[in-house]
């Protein structure tokens, strides 16, 4: 059984950090991409970050030079550190695993960035 456990996630105050972590376990095929993506209310889901095998990275324009993903492919995990966090950022996180076969998701961690 695929599962993806999320934690990080938190309420912080604007200007802070919060590090979100993801562990895939399951997973038989080899991962090809490993992301982040939100979802604020009364918005649709929106990619924050991917990662490729190779390291190779991509950002959404708004959080370019403020969060960062990280990844070891190996052990099934990805990480977005984020820094100098906006209300705007305030959302729900989920991690996102591309193989071969399919697409997985977790369940979601909640982010909340106050003003």
């Known amino acids: 059984q695929v599962q993806l456990v999320e934690s990080g996630g938190g309420l912080v105050e604007a200007g802070g950090s919060l590090r979100l972590s993801c562990v895939a376990s399951?997973?038989?095929?080899?991962?090809?991409?490993m992301g982040w993506y939100r979802q604020a209310p009364g918005h649709q889901r929106e990619l924050v970050a991917g990662i490729n095998r190779s390291g190779r990275t991509n950002y959404a324009d708004s959080v370019k030079g403020r969060f960062t993903i990280s990844s070891d492919i190996a052990k099934n995990t990805v990480w977005l550190q984020m820094m100098s966090l906006k209300s705007e950022d305030t959302a729900v996180y989920y991690c996102?695993?591309?193989?071969?076969?399919?697409?997985?998701w977790g369940q979601g961690t909640q982010v909340t960035v106050s003003s």
């Open positions: 399951g997973i038989s095929s080899s991962i090809n991409l």
């Open positions: 996102n695993v591309i193989t071969a076969p399919r697409d997985y």
